[in-house]
């Protein structure tokens, strides 16, 4: 065994706290030291993505109709469309964006920077509190996935970069719990707002199969779109949907980054069958050959599959599919950058929490994860003389550590005796956060 119960676990979890504490520190220094502070003393720092952000907040005000027009011509650009645009968010978001722009651009960033953990630690926190009731396995309480996923590089990297991940995973556990607590209307809502954030969030509909009130939680996400969508058209002109849903949103899908920063499926698949690592460091954009397009449908739905026929048949608590189905989001979208990552923090709670520490394999899996998401993707290895394959498993590790992931959920789900207490035996009227029925839940 990796982990035993007593003392001994406690000491290594407590190193393994401490090793991630210390990177805390040190991405903490970065974040205001590197980036914050030069803010107040040069104006002419640059910020991604929070640049972006900002600007289209401000562009939604004094240009509407002109949402998505880069006046600088710096933003993201979209090949099949000969342009840049802004980030290529739904028009709703730009409200969001709005708020940015109240503070001067320093001062905005840096109170954003710091909401970004708050979000974070509040998100944890209420998805531990969502698996109450279920049966816990875990060691020592929930302090240690709390201390990994805050101090992961996903975290800092969505702080420093001022994207809006951690506030798109609050939403996502927000629907989680009220789903878990039979409140589909609300849920639905939430999950509609979700949606106009970013677009990815819709794959969590998929838990309409997990109720008999379908017709409760479809009509409530519709409504919330519809309510969201008709708000926004006192802002922002009819056209502009247009704009990013017939052109930006079909074009943008078609392309992506090749660089190790961007790690979701598709990017990977075309390092993988490059055969060296001359594209891995290359910021600029790309069409995705047709084949690595259908490849990647391929697999992603082969994925959806298999992940709904195993949690369909043993009957999955909502807690578990809705943690599955954010560990994918990351690999779904053509650009997955290091801070999308943050959607895997509810499977590594859920997995701590289910005693994945308990068994030899699992707990090595588990922990290789969670330091392999320790140093941001970009990580530059190149003046190590290391083999091209561990260079390939390397500059992949944050794709490789979600597939991962979600394979130790289908196992908890299907084979719950890998996580079985040692010496306890198992309790069958004992709800199960992976399989089994689940006590009624009210928030």
């Known amino acids: 065994m990796i982990i035993k119960p007593g003392n001994k676990s406690n000491t290594v979890l407590i190193l393994t706290a401490i090793l991630f504490l210390l990177l805390f520190v040190r991405n903490i220094y970065i974040l205001e030291f590197e980036k914050v502070i030069p803010l107040f003393s040069n104006h002419d720092h640059f910020v991604l993505d929070f640049e972006y952000f900002y600007k289209m907040g401000i562009q939604s005000i004094t240009s509407p109709a002109r949402l998505y027009c880069d006046p600088d011509n710096d933003g993201t650009a979209v090949l099949l469309l000969k342009r840049n645009v802004f980030h290529p968010y739904p028009p709703p ?6 708020m940015f722009s109240i503070l001067p651009f320093a001062y905005s960033y840096a109170v954003w920077s710091l909401l970004i953990y708050i979000i974070i630690t509040i998100t944890l926190y209420l998805y531990i509190n969502c698996l109450h ?45 009220l789903f878990k607590g039979k409140k589909y209307v609300r849920a639905g809502v939430i999950l509609s707002f979700a949606f106009w954030l970013k677009l990815y969030p819709a794959i969590l509909l998929l838990t309409i199969f997990k109720t008999d009130e379908k ?83 391929v697999v992603i739905v082969s994925t959806l599959i298999v992940f709904w026929y195993i949690t369909w048949k043993y009957k999955a608590s909502c807690t578990c599919i809705i943690a599955g189905l954010c560990n994918l989001i990351p690999l779904v979208t053509p650009i997955g950058w290091g801070y999308t990552f943050v959607m895997l923090y509810p499977s590594l709670i859920i997995l701590y929490y289910r005693g994945i520490l308990r068994t030899n394999v699992t707990a090595l899996i588990y922990l290789l994860c969670c330091f392999a998401l320790a140093v941001p993707s970009y990580h530059n290895i190149e003046k190590l003389n290391l083999h091209y394959l561990f260079k390939l498993i390397y500059y992949s590790r944050y794709t490789i550590s979600s597939l991962l992931l979600y394979c130790l959920l289908l196992i908890q789900v299907s084979k719950n005796s890998i996580v079985k207490v040692s010496g306890t035996p198992e309790d069958k009227n004992t709800p199960n956060s992976c399989s089994g029925q689940l006590p009624v839940y009210h928030p």
């Open 93 to 98: 978001a730009a409200l969001l964006f709005r």
């Open 133 to 177: 009731g279920e049966r816990f396995q875990g060691e020592s309480g929930m302090w240690f996935p709390l201390v990994l996923c805050i101090s992961a590089a996903p975290a800092f990297l969505d702080s420093s970069f001022g994207n809006v991940n951690s506030l798109l995973l609050l939403l996502c556990v927000v629907y989680a719990w």
């Open 215 to 297: 017709r409760k939680l479809a009509g409530s996400f519709m409504a919330g779109i519809s309510g969201v969508f008709i708000i926004s058209l006192f802002f922002i002109p009819i056209e502009v949907f247009k704009e990013f849903f017939l052109e930006i949103t079909p074009a943008y899908s078609g392309q992506t980054i090749t660089h190790v920063f961007n790690q979701s499926l598709t990017p990977a698949l075309l390092r993988l069958f490059r055969g060296s690592t001359d594209i891995f460091f290359s910021y600029d954009y790309m069409v995705i050959p047709l084949v690595f397009r259908i490849v990647t449908y």
